[in-house]
């Protein structure tokens, strides 16, 4: 078992910056493939980014690929996204997940989300215009 809890959500205008991050419990992270995803009001979960065990391999979506960036400290049992030039669209609750399931990793399994165990309750992203 493992328990994720994110952290760094916040109002931010349009152009700036936020940094959010995923603390897991347990001393087994890097165990663990990681994920963010975000849900907006109406709209369904969404891939944002992900990163593997290590942290050699890191998958973005478009949507956010170049502005978004996915990082982990496995000495720390965290997991990061650096979101920068952020935009309204941007707005929703990110949320990250940990999958102890896989034994290989590469983008078709780490967009999925139900290729996932453990989520975190999410933190908010308000972007203004």
């Known amino acids: 078992q493992v328990q994720l809890v994110e952290s760094g959500g916040g109002l931010v205008q349009a152009g700036g910056s936020l940094r959010l ?7 087994t992270f890097s165990s663990y493939p ?8 109406g709209k369904e979960r969404e891939f944002v980014a992900a ?3 290590t942290g050699s391999s890191t998958y973005y979506a478009d949507s956010v690929k170049g502005r978004f960036t996915i990082s982990r400290d496995n000495a720390k049992n965290t997991v990061y996204v650096q979101m920068n030039s952020l935009k309204p669209e941007d707005t929703a609750i990110y949320s990250c997940a940990a999958t102890a399931r896989v034994r290989a990793y590469y983008r078709e399994i780490a967009t999925n989300p139900l290729n996932y165990d453990y989520w975190g309750q999410g ?7």
């Open 21 to 27: 991050s995923c603390a897991a419990s347990g001393r």
């Open 34 to 41: 990681m994920g963010w995803f975000r849900q907006a009001p």
């Open 51 to 53: 990163i593997s065990w």
């Open 123 to 129: 933190t908010q992203v308000t972007v203004s215009s």
